[in-house]
């Protein structure tokens, strides 16, 4: 923990956004470098511009390998793009309309020249495919997420809505450094003009000056006017509460907005300030600013309001993670707050099947494993990555689907897909329904549920590991894993395929009947995390954590 963690950030701290806008033009990546290479992990290619590996000759590839990918595919409907706010996404976003209008892609960018909020995008493109088209629409969502100021990122959403899978992101990484390699001469561009304008919206003009050649979509008005139909807005209303939302300099600023004055809620956006280098954050953890809103560090100016609220909330810069704040309870685990939202969610809505399952990645807390036998529910659990659950979020098959990183998402009122993305807006909005039709916060759940079920410890540490090494472990079997008891109790699984679906989980998990770890190696630094939980408490959880090491390391040298 760095000692300025929680506190206001300094001048010293902040990122030069004209150096970083410059190095996107002005610098070319040499694909033969691995760091400059187009790399698509969970969540899209993330770098810096300053690294050399977030760069205009980066995003043209991506756009050209993307637009050959659709095409491929037989993808030929409109393309929703939207961008978030930091200061790489707006030259990135440039850049991919030159490329598709030169290629001929029908783009679809925001009305009001606004910031697009990832779950935004994916209820776009859910929306224009629900409705009946000749043709299928997909997307692109410029954002690095809750990473810091000098990021970007750039991440291409199919059909079903969201996160590509590894099949097409691989080809289109592939496709992409093939054409960096070959000096881009396969990218086709041309200058943004009003000329031609598409059937299916008007041309638009940036707020600076820049023409597009673009059909336009209401994004926020599309979203907003729709959660009508999967929140409880009525419910919130009428309770009166006083709510409090925290874009942290985000895509959801606007929105926010728009949801008191539409649903005239009693809500205040309590820093509605936008600024590419987000001089207004607290530091995170590490000293960094991070706009990650299950950080207590970067949470800390949020927090310290929360008496004035009876629920205040934040969410991360392309509004795709949540963070919930009660009087009571403070900043939310954000597994604490999955198990509550499941718990509530699987007895207030009746238009959901009753084989609905629930959706967890095995990271997360196993406080979820015991709501979901408390509730006569299949438990479903996926490996890292929200992928893993479109296609039970898109047939209906799988209710709820969140992850241990404060990313969920979830069936409207009547079953269907609302998002196939992660939806931080729409979890800190069912904290208000949950406190209104309860009449208890979500803080106060979770004690119960606690009452209930025990106490889990979680924590997340990292141990050394060579490249060669988390290569090992990235492919290593559970069989592999010789000991059969962990922390004093009897091994009861070893897997190294997620239970829910038999696909790799990149490293294994080891559970007893009170405890369980799983190590899967970094994908940027040389570590491997060990994810542990343990429900005989604090200590007995560093005994689990210890132990998992040197299981883990046995395993490694065998």
Same mark, same amino acid.
């Given at each position: 923990?760095?000692?300025?963690?929680?506190?206001?950030?300094?001048?010293?701290?902040?990122?030069?956004?004209?150096?970083?806008?410059?190095?996107?033009?002005?610098?070319?990546?040499?694909?033969?470098?691995?760091?400059?290479?187009?790399?698509?992990?969970?969540?899209?290619?993330?770098?810096?511009?300053?690294?050399?590996?977030?760069?205009?000759?980066?995003?043209?590839?991506?756009?050209?390998?993307?637009?050959?990918?659709?095409?491929?595919?037989?993808?030929?409907?409109?393309?929703?793009?939207?961008?978030?706010?930091?200061?790489?996404?707006?030259?990135?976003?440039?850049?991919?309309?030159?490329?598709?209008?030169?290629?001929?892609?029908?783009?679809?960018?925001?009305?009001?020249?606004?910031?697009?909020?990832?779950?935004?995008?994916?209820?776009?493109?859910?929306?224009?495919?629900?409705?009946?088209?000749?043709?299928?629409?997909?997307?692109?969502?410029?954002?690095?997420?809750?990473?810091?100021?000098?990021?970007?990122?750039?991440?291409?959403?199919?059909?079903?809505?969201?996160?590509?899978?590894?099949?097409?992101?691989?080809?289109?990484?592939?496709?992409?450094?093939?054409?960096?390699?070959? &000096?881009?001469?396969?990218?086709? =561009?041309?200058?943004?003009?009003?000329?031609?304008? @598409?059937?299916?919206?008007?041309?638009?003009?940036?707020?600076?000056?820049?023409?597009?050649?673009?059909?336009?979509?209401?994004?926020?008005?599309?979203?907003?006017?729709?959660?009508?139909?999967?929140?409880?807005?009525?419910?919130?209303?009428?309770?009166?509460?006083?709510?409090?939302?925290?874009?942290?300099?985000?895509?959801?600023?606007?929105?926010?907005?728009?949801?008191?004055?539409?649903?005239?809620?009693?809500?205040?956006?309590?820093?509605?300030?936008?600024?590419?280098?987000?001089?207004?954050?607290?530091?995170?953890?590490?000293?960094?600013? =991070?706009?990650?809103?299950?950080?207590?560090?970067?949470?800390?100016?949020?927090?310290?309001? =929360?008496?004035?609220?009876?629920?205040?909330?934040?969410?991360?810069?392309?509004?795709?993670?949540?963070?919930?704040?009660?009087?009571?309870?403070?900043?939310?685990?954000?597994?604490?707050?999955?198990?509550?939202?499941?718990?509530?969610?699987?007895?207030?809505?009746?238009?959901?099947?009753?084989?609905?399952?629930?959706?967890?990645?095995?990271?997360?807390?196993?406080?979820?494993?015991?709501?979901?036998?408390?509730?006569?529910?299949?438990?479903?659990?996926?490996?890292?990555?929200?992928?893993?659950?479109?296609?039970?979020?898109?047939?209906?098959?799988?209710?709820?689907?969140?992850?241990?990183?404060?990313?969920?998402?979830?069936?409207?009122?009547?079953?269907?897909?609302?998002?196939?993305?992660?939806?931080?807006?729409?979890?800190?909005?069912?904290?208000?329904?949950?406190?209104?039709?309860?009449?208890?916060?979500?803080?106060?759940?979770?004690?119960?549920?606690?009452?209930?079920?025990?106490?889990?410890?979680?924590?997340?540490?990292?141990?050394?590991?060579?490249?060669?090494?988390?290569?090992?472990?990235?492919?290593?079997?559970?069989?592999?894993? @010789?000991? @059969?008891?962990?922390?004093?109790?009897?091994?009861?699984?070893?897997?190294?395929?997620?239970?829910?679906?038999?696909?790799?989980?990149? &490293?294994?998990?080891?559970? @007893?009947?009170?405890?369980?770890?799983?190590?899967?190696?970094? &994908?940027?630094?040389?570590?491997?995390?060990?994810?542990?939980?343990?429900?005989?408490?604090?200590?007995?959880?560093?005994?689990?954590?210890?132990?998992?090491?040197?299981?883990?390391?046995?395993?490694?040298?065998?």
């Amino acid at each position: 923990m760095n000692d300025r963690a929680g506190t206001a950030a300094q001048p010293s701290d902040l990122i030069d956004v004209h150096e970083l806008v410059q190095a996107y033009y002005t610098l070319v990546p040499d694909v033969s470098i691995p760091e400059q290479r187009v790399v698509f992990g969970t969540s899209g290619h993330r770098g810096s511009s300053l690294d050399t590996a977030f760069n205009e000759v980066h995003i043209a590839a991506i756009t050209q390998a993307i637009v050959e990918y659709r095409a491929s595919q037989g993808i030929t409907g409109p393309l929703f793009i939207g961008r978030d706010t930091h200061g790489l996404s707006r030259p990135a976003e440039t850049t991919a309309l030159e490329v598709l209008e030169a290629n001929g892609v029908r783009a679809l960018v925001d009305e009001f020249d606004d910031y697009v909020p990832t779950p935004a995008l994916s209820h776009a493109i859910i929306k224009y495919n629900a409705e009946g088209h000749h043709d299928q629409a997909d997307g692109i969502i410029i954002t690095p997420s809750h990473n810091p100021p000098r990021d970007g990122g750039f991440k291409y959403n199919p059909p079903h809505g969201g996160p590509a899978d590894s099949d097409a992101t691989g080809w289109i990484a592939d496709r992409a450094n093939a054409i960096i390699a070959d &000096g881009s001469r396969d990218v086709k =561009r041309a200058e943004p003009s009003l000329a031609g304008t @598409t059937p299916a919206g008007s041309g638009a003009s940036r707020s600076d000056g820049t023409a597009v050649l673009a059909g336009t979509y209401d994004f926020r008005g599309n979203y907003v006017n729709d959660l009508e139909n999967i929140i409880d807005i009525d419910a919130i209303r009428a309770a009166g509460l006083h709510i409090g939302a925290d874009p942290l300099g985000g895509a959801s600023v606007n929105y926010w907005k728009l949801i008191a004055e539409r649903y005239e809620l009693d809500l205040t956006v309590v820093n509605p300030s936008v600024d590419p280098a987000w001089a207004f954050m607290t530091l995170d953890w590490d000293g960094k600013i =991070r706009m990650d809103p299950s950080s207590k560090s970067a949470m800390a100016s949020v927090v310290a309001r =929360r008496d004035e609220f009876d629920i205040l909330t934040g969410n991360d810069a392309d509004a795709d993670r949540h963070g919930i704040v009660t009087p009571d309870g403070g900043l939310m685990n954000p597994n604490h707050y999955l198990a509550v939202a499941i718990r509530y969610l699987y007895t207030h809505r009746e238009g959901w099947s009753q084989d609905a399952a629930i959706g967890k990645t095995l990271v997360s807390s196993s406080m979820i494993d015991r709501v979901s036998t408390s509730l006569g529910r299949e438990l479903w659990e996926v490996p890292v990555g929200f992928k893993w659950f479109v296609p039970g979020l898109v047939d209906g098959s799988v209710g709820f689907g969140g992850e241990e990183s404060a990313g969920a998402s979830f069936l409207r009122k009547d079953g269907t897909a609302w998002t196939t993305d992660k939806d931080g807006i729409l979890l800190a909005l069912l904290a208000s329904e949950i406190l209104a039709v309860t009449g208890k916060s979500p803080s106060v759940l979770y004690a119960e549920l606690v009452e209930e079920f025990g106490g889990p410890a979680y924590e997340r540490v990292d141990a050394a590991a060579s490249k060669e090494q988390k290569a090992r472990l990235g492919k290593l079997s559970g069989a592999a894993i @010789t000991a @059969t008891e962990l922390a004093g109790d009897p091994i009861t699984s070893r897997l190294s395929e997620a239970p829910g679906n038999g696909a790799s989980i990149g &490293g294994v998990k080891v559970t @007893t009947e009170f405890a369980w770890f799983a190590a899967r190696p970094s &994908g940027t630094e040389d570590v491997y995390k060990i994810y542990a939980e343990s429900f005989k408490g604090a200590e007995h959880l560093l005994q689990v954590q210890a132990e998992a090491k040197a299981i883990v390391d046995a395993a490694l040298a065998g």
